[in-house]
């Protein structure tokens, strides 16, 4: 079993920048691809970002592409979703997930564990 905890959410003014983090537990999540999502008020839960176990490849929803940057320390067992340029479209709860394989998906249903979630406000 791996327990994921989300931290950083926050209420900030639309152009400011939040970092988030995904403290894992249970098990090393070393050989684990990881991935955050978020879900809006009345809308579905949608993919953000996703890195490799190794941290070696990265995807990224087209919505958050040259703002939001997905990064891992293994040592640490923690992912961070560092955001800049926030909108106030990306105001939403933030979701981290693992996937019991090395490479990053975009799919919710690919990832066997997620976190509880952390709140992100961008205010206009």
């Known amino acids: 079993q791996v327990q994921l905890v989300e931290s950083g959410g926050g209420l900030v003014q639309a152009g400011g920048s939040l970092r988030l983090s995904c403290a894992a537990s249970?098990?090393?999540?070393?050989?684990?691809?990881m991935g955050w999502f978020r879900q809006a008020p009345g809308k579905e839960r949608e993919f953000v970002a996703a890195?490799?176990?190794?941290?070696?490849?990265?995807v990224y929803a087209d919505s958050v592409k040259g703002r939001f940057t997905i990064s891992r320390d293994n040592a640490k067992n923690t992912v961070y979703l560092q955001m800049n340029s926030l909108k106030p479209e990306d105001t939403a709860v933030y979701y981290c997930?693992?996937?019991?394989?090395?490479?990053?998906?975009?799919?919710?249903?690919?990832?066997?564990?997620w976190g509880q979630g952390t709140q992100v406000t961008a205010s206009s």
């Open positions: 997930a693992a996937r019991g394989g090395s490479s990053p998906r975009v799919r919710a249903y690919d990832y066997d564990y």
């Open positions: 249970g098990r090393t999540v070393s050989s684990y691809a």
């Open positions: 890195i490799s176990w190794s941290g070696g490849s990265t």
